[in-house]
């Protein structure tokens, strides 16, 4: 059984996202919760929570073993960009654009 979690409009960049999405796709869901929880970069509390919800939902909704578990996809999508404007010389400005992603998280059994 397949069991999704989503977390849309993250203020994070989808590029630093992919960083932490690549080191546990694929890995049992312990061993990727060990590896987030001790992963220095500030994108990986975001994601194991989010690997958490998906935990809790394939044991809720499906019924599923937690030790069987395995990351099976996980992708992070560029969100909409937030603009921002920054003061500069001679009142003009400068615009900033500040990312955001929407994280998708499916666990399953094999």
Same mark, same amino acid.
């Given at each position: 059984?397949e069991?999704?979690a $989503?977390?849309?409009?993250?203020r994070?960049? @989808? ?7 690549d080191?546990?796709r694929?890995l #049992? +869901?312990?061993k990727?919760i060990?590896?987030?929880a001790?992963?220095?970069?500030r994108?990986a509390?975001i994601? $194991?929570?989010l690997?958490?919800?998906a935990? @809790? ?10 030790d069987e578990l #395995? +990351?099976?996809?996980?992708?992070v999508?560029?969100?909409?960009f937030m603009p ?5 010389? $001679?009142?003009?400005g400068n ?10 998280i499916t666990?399953a059994?094999?």
């Amino acid at each position: 059984m397949e069991s999704t979690a $989503k977390l849309r409009g993250v203020r994070l960049s @989808a590029q630093k996202g992919r960083l932490i999405a690549d080191q546990i796709r694929g890995l #049992k +869901v312990d061993k990727a919760i060990n590896l987030l929880a001790f992963s220095p970069k500030r994108g990986a509390t975001i994601i $194991k929570q989010l690997l958490e919800s998906a935990i @809790a939902n394939a044991e809720h909704n499906d019924g599923a073993d937690v030790d069987e578990l #395995k +990351v099976q996809s996980i992708y992070v999508d560029r969100g909409i960009f937030m603009p921002r404007t920054s003061a500069r010389a $001679k009142g003009r400005g400068n615009r900033l654009m500040k990312p955001t992603c929407h994280i998708t998280i499916t666990v399953a059994n094999k």
